[in-house]
């Protein structure tokens, strides 16, 4: 029996959550049982009370607003311990079409692919400003170059489908966003990432998620340099020794050819230079094996933590329970799993 989970993170989308819920198909070949988990993340607006009356299977909710990286991690988690073969992630704004799930997980069903993600065609998106295409257009790019990610992958779509090992191997450290993050972690654990070009709707209110363009980049571009540092430190640091020792090599062979054909009166700077180069090179070699170090280690935290993800949201896990210990979430509605509590 394949069950297939979808989770909708929502902060404040009354408007729109009845209407993405609806659009969800319920019957999908190759999948017996579809649900619906809404993590609203302290919506003031009754987000949840509306996503249980659209007919959401189970709705989670944080007290207070978190951050969109922090819920997605716990749709996750949550769609794990309920019992997900297959997890698809979907907005709460109605941005990205739900009734192309069925495209987006088969090749998860066919074995071909551990993430899908819903490209969106930005030159249809007429109220995306330009601003903001062209910053998805230039990571699109540098992402695809540095990972090998197919060709005309959107790497900031939210539109995604998870096959359970996945899930379960992909940890988000990040407050901000998770859509940089988590495909550089795929890309380290070698899981396989197709891109399915999918539609998009515009979305003409303000983004929940950024206050602004600039600010957006700024923050989501940190995030992808900060994490594209710590996978591949090492390599970094191997490539920067290599390019230095090169260039202090090359301006003592500068320094010993004006020597041979001029005496290398007044060239002796090239020799200082040459070695200071080759020092520091040398010295960015051997950080970088206590970089390979670091990258072992953790390599070794990420597989215990793999390890104990599995053994916590076995299928038919408690959820409830983890989740009536936690002061800073509750289940709504409280018939799910746990006593009578009401939305803050």
């Not at 997900?84 to 088969?106: F, G, K, S």
């Not at 007429?126 to 601003?131: L, N, P, Q, S, T």
């Not at 990571?139 to 005309?152: I, K, V």
């Not at 202090?248 to 020597?259: D, K, M």
């Amino acid at each position: 029996m394949t069950t297939l989970i979808v989770t909708i993170p929502a902060y404040n989308e009354r408007s729109t959550i009845a209407e993405v819920i609806g659009q969800i198909p319920r019957h999908i070949p190759g999948i017996n049982n579809v649900q619906v988990l809404v993590f609203d993340d302290g919506s003031t607006d009754g987000t949840g009370q509306i996503a249980h009356q659209a007919g959401a299977d189970v709705i989670l909710a944080h007290r207070r607003n978190k951050g969109l990286a922090i819920t997605f991690r716990e749709c996750l988690d949550a769609a794990l311990a309920l019992g997900a073969d297959i997890i698809v992630n979907t907005d709460a704004d109605n941005h990205y079409d739900q009734t192309r799930i069925p495209q987006l997980v088969e090749p998860i069903l066919s074995g071909t692919a551990d993430i899908v993600i819903g490209s969106r065609d930005l030159n249809g998106l007429r109220e995306m400003g330009r601003a903001r295409k062209w910053g998805n257009r230039i990571a699109n790019f540098l992402f695809s170059f540095l990972y090998g990610l197919p060709a005309g992958t959107d790497v900031s779509s939210g539109f995604r489908a998870y096959s359970r090992e996945a899930a379960l191997r992909l940890t988000v450290t990040s407050r901000y966003t998770y859509t940089h993050e988590t495909l550089i972690a795929a890309r380290d654990h070698g899981l396989t990432i197709v891109s399915r070009l999918l539609p998009a709707r515009d979305v003409s209110r303000p983004s929940r998620l950024m206050s602004s363009v600039g600010s957006h980049i700024l923050r989501a571009g940190s995030i992808a340099v900060l994490s594209f540092v710590v996978h591949r430190l090492f390599r970094i640091l191997a490539l920067v020794s290599g390019l230095l020792v090169l260039a202090g090599a090359a301006a003592f062979v500068r320094f010993l050819f004006l020597y041979f054909s001029s005496g290398g009166a007044g060239h002796i700077q090239s020799l200082i230079a040459g070695s200071l180069l080759i020092i520091l090179g040398i010295q960015l070699l051997i950080g970088s094996f206590f970089a390979a170090g670091l990258a072992k280690n953790r390599r070794l935290l990420e597989e215990m933590i793999y390890q104990q993800r599995r053994q916590n949201h076995q299928p038919g896990s408690p959820l409830g329970q983890r989740d009536a210990d936690r002061p800073d979430r509750e289940m709504v509605p409280p018939e799910l799993t746990l006593p009578s509590k009401k939305l803050q």
